[in-house]
């Protein structure tokens, strides 16, 4: 692979990342979950703005990515909690970062 290729690739996983993290949403999804799995009316509560049809679709996003696990519990009743994969807690440090960035300067 040349340097050309490399780059490339690189920037197009850059370009896939901050169009997952770029919908609305998301972020504020993945860092409600940063320290501790959560359910889904927890969710909700921690962003009222947030339809419950939009964050439906944004959970199924985040699964599809990896970013987000569903845990079934089975207790009774069935409770469904969400919870960061390693993947997702790897992103929810990199948006500490931008965290920080947003208290400093707006």
Known sequence: ?????????????????????????????IYTLMKEPKRFSE?????????????????????????????VIPDRPVRIEYSLTRKGNDLGTALQAVEGWAEKWL
């Not at 340097?3 to 197009?12: G, R």
């Not at 964050?55 to 569903?70: A, P, Q, S």
């Open 1 to 29: 692979m040349t340097e050309l290729d490399q780059k490339n690739e690189i920037c197009h996983k850059v370009e896939e990342c901050y169009h997952i993290i770029g919908k609305k949403w998301m972020a504020l999804i």
């Open 43 to 71: 969710i909700h509560t921690f962003i009222p703005d947030l339809s419950k049809r939009m964050l439906t679709e944004r959970m199924k996003e985040l699964e599809d990515t990896g970013i987000v696990i569903r845990n």
